[in-house]
């Protein structure tokens, strides 16, 4: 919207960006107002000096800047997958090197320049000297070290201590309360410089649309093919088949579809019902198009998906009949529904798509050379042997519009119903598709469509009309004559003024009647009791009850018709599924590059990992920060999916195939593209870090087990979210509360007991638990120098090696006081993280028996949720 409002001068980029920076600004401060009220007070932080208010400043000033960083991505990157992927990466290295996880000093000096364009380094930094200056920290008995009850508490050390020596020791800030203020500045000079770059990105975003782009072709097309609407001569006729070679083509099975008394009520309240169908009756025959026209409103689409059986909720009343038969569960082999948006696999060609319909709705009866036939056959018809190997994603509206017929015209179908095929078409455009159901018609088949507006010689193409007004109530049906005269004296004979010369016949009754804007001509005529007491209408009441139209086609069409396998579906959907991830580098490549660089940045950050008392600490971090390149997939898999969910509830609602199939493939497709990405990361992340060669198998089965369930939990929240943008913002939720509860973070015995229940179900806190534990169990560590602990010597020892249950030995620069090396052993450091030692392998298959939950829970969504209700 943007780029085609400023290409056209509507308005240039900066008033562009500054009302969404107000916009965003305001919820800002609303969402930085609730998180603070929420989080603050139940957290039991300092309410003296007004420091909720600094910490609200401090959110603020975090969330403009990195929605700002956002709103930046969406501009400059090339698409979605891709501004998804970097934004992830980018979201793992301001945090990881912010001070937290990394201590600054600890940081390497290659990567010391991510911490000083952080965001999260100065909100870190303005958050501890917010709540820490102040405060006096203390020991317990269990924390005073070492931790040896024959030496009593009076000679052990303890961290404690005003808070400003915490921070300013432990954690290396300034002693500088007011450097708090200097770090929201900060953030808000962070925000106003990404505002200009992202202005200026604006003003280069140019929209495809008004580009001349060579469509994308793949197979056997021609190579100089740019211009897909190339089907008409000067005269406007058809260049390919011509409707006589069209007619010689195999035929459908003949039915007539008639409707009487139909009428459809949906609830608007608790006892209260709205009727938009009154008595409607009609009929389409064989050969021949029935038009469903009136004003918007009046009933034309609810019509055609009552007869097409496609409603979910409401209630229908009245006969609908199959040559003199009622509808029954087989209607759906005999019938096909074109939507009005077409809704395809962009990554599909024109004639994957109809083989792929072909394939898998033909009665298996049939031969795979009569299927192959009905595909030329239907390719040919609607003109798209020139095309056939463009990807639909590329190709115009019209050619879509065509391909959304071949899909439904290739299963042979008795009845076609289309929701306005002309829509959004220029005259030219709209005039192919119409030439296209022409020669569908002469197949033999029943061809009932909606139509909005059409051209004068767009509604000459249609044999029959079937005429609406607001209510769903009929005004007129029948045939509309040679040039629509017999329409337009019908209304002439029934009171309205003759139509003028040159006015297009549909503008001229949907005048009458009073449809669109307008009022009717004559307000005083009632155009539906004019119309009951007609004589077309009687006449079309006694054709409604003639015996001739009752046939037996319909029971041959059960007969003869069977499904395929359901092993010969699965691999048609599956291979249709390969090839659409095959032709999406942009989100594979953009996974396994991530993955890779990911891997490389974590790498380097914990080079060379050695076994002194820094590093056991830091080696945790390094089995923490692991598990984030499977969690950011949780968000890159919702994209590709939630895209394609349109079609499968389309195909599914046309009888394609069954969710199992679909839910089947598109778990199985997933898995290898979850080992290239585990295998690109995890050798180069591992090995740089210099973590023992002998552990590594498990480390790669437990990170393939965890990033597997990302996948599909992805895949989960993809198929029961209402929509893409709900499921954008619950994601992140869901990884924060899950990371933060993994006992990494918030130690496992602090968790409130309302939460605990969560610690034990979460998926992070199984995936660290099986990597730290096959790390730090039994290996050895040391103390540096300076890492030694000191405490002064007990008096009733004579020296400091004769303290039993301890190796202690005496300080040289004191001999009053002892050493002590903390963590000599890796499980001392499991003890402290208070992991449940449950044995390391039964991680990975905990892993997977979460991921084959969040498998049940997607089939669940898939097969019981349909968010295009009708």
Known sequence: VYTKQFEAGFYGPIPYILANALVDASWMVAKAGLFTCSIYFLAGFQTSDGRPGVFFLIMLALGLCMESIVRLASVAAPNKDTATGLLGLYLVLIIMFCGYIIPRDEIPAYFIWIYWISPFRYAYEALIQNEFFGLTFFCTSAQLQPPDPNIDDIYKSCGGGPGENYVVNSLGMYDMPWMKWVDICVLLGMYFLVFCATAYRQTKVKTPSFRFKKSTIVGDAPDEYTEPVTLLDDDNSSTNVPVEEATTAESVDPIVLSWKNLNYDVPIGKKERKKLLKDVFGIARPGRLVALMGSSGAGKTTLLDVLAQRKTNGVVAGDILLNGMPQDAHFAQISAYCEQTDIHMKQTTVREAIEFSANLRLSATLSQDEKYNLVERTIDILNLRDIQGMLVGTASAEVRKRVTIGVELVTNPSILFLDEPTSGLDSRAALLVLEAMKRAATLGCSI??????????????????????????????????????????????????????????ADYMLEQIGAGTAAAKDASVDWYEVWLASPECQELLGNLERPDFTGSQQAQKKETYERIGKFEEFKIVLKRIQVMYF?????????????????????????????????ATLTAGAMFLSGIQGSNQINQVLAPLMANRVVFYRERAGGTYNTFAYFLTTGLVEIPMVTVSVLLFSPVFYFLIGLPRSRFGYFLLQLWSYTLWAVFTGQMFASVAPNETFAALIVPV??????????????????????????????????NSGQIINILEDTPFYCDPEEFVTFTKPSEFASCSAIPSGDYTVDPGDPSKCLYCPITNGNQLLAGLELDVLGKWFYPLILLGLAAFSRIVTFVGLRYLNFLNR
């Open 734 to 767: 869901f990884n924060m509360i899950s990371n933060v509860l993994a006992g990494f973070l918030i130690r496992k015995p602090s968790i409130p007991v309302y939460w605990i229940w969560y610690y034990w179900i979460n998926p992070v806190q199984y995936y």
């Open 448 to 505: 009932i469509c909606t139509i909005h507006q059409p051209s004068s010689e767009i509604f000459e193409q249609f044999d029959d009309l079937l005429l609406l007004q607001r209510g769903g109530k009929t005004v007129f049906f029948g045939e509309t004559g040679l040039e629509s005269k017999r329409l337009t004296d019908y209304f002439h004979r029934n009171g309205a003024e003759k139509i003028p010369e040159g006015q297009n016949p």
């Open 583 to 615: 032709r999406m580098p942009e989100y594979n490549l953009t996974r396994w590059v991530l993955s890779l660089i990911q891997a490389t940045l974590l790498g380097l950050a914990f080079l060379n990992i050695s076994n002194n008392q820094r590093d």
